[in-house]
């Protein structure tokens, strides 16, 4: 499942404890306190991961970890 995958790079990311609760509402910025480095780094490991690409200006869109899972479905 994408978002169980896309959970599992954000907490290996950010050295986040396995039991953190994530849901499609978290906000990477405001609810995990990750920085825009942070940010720029899951990208990279989300895109590795499923073998795509995710241009800036719509990274720069992404405001919870739903929109994240919603892109990848759309585009994998």
């Known amino acids: 499942m994408v978002f169980e995958k896309i959970k599992e790079i954000i907490i290996d990311q950010l050295g986040l404890d396995e039991d953190v609760e994530i849901t499609p509402e978290t906000s990477l910025m405001n609810d995990l306190e990750a920085d ?32 994240i899972v919603n892109y990848v479905e759309e585009n994998k």
């Not at 899951?42 to 739903?66: C, R, S, T, V, Y």
Request: charged fraction near 40%.
């Open 36 to 67: 825009s480095l942070d940010a720029v780094e899951i990208i990279m490991a989300i895109e590795d991961e499923f073998d795509i690409e995710i241009p800036d200006e719509d990274a720069e869109g992404f405001k919870n970890i739903g929109d």
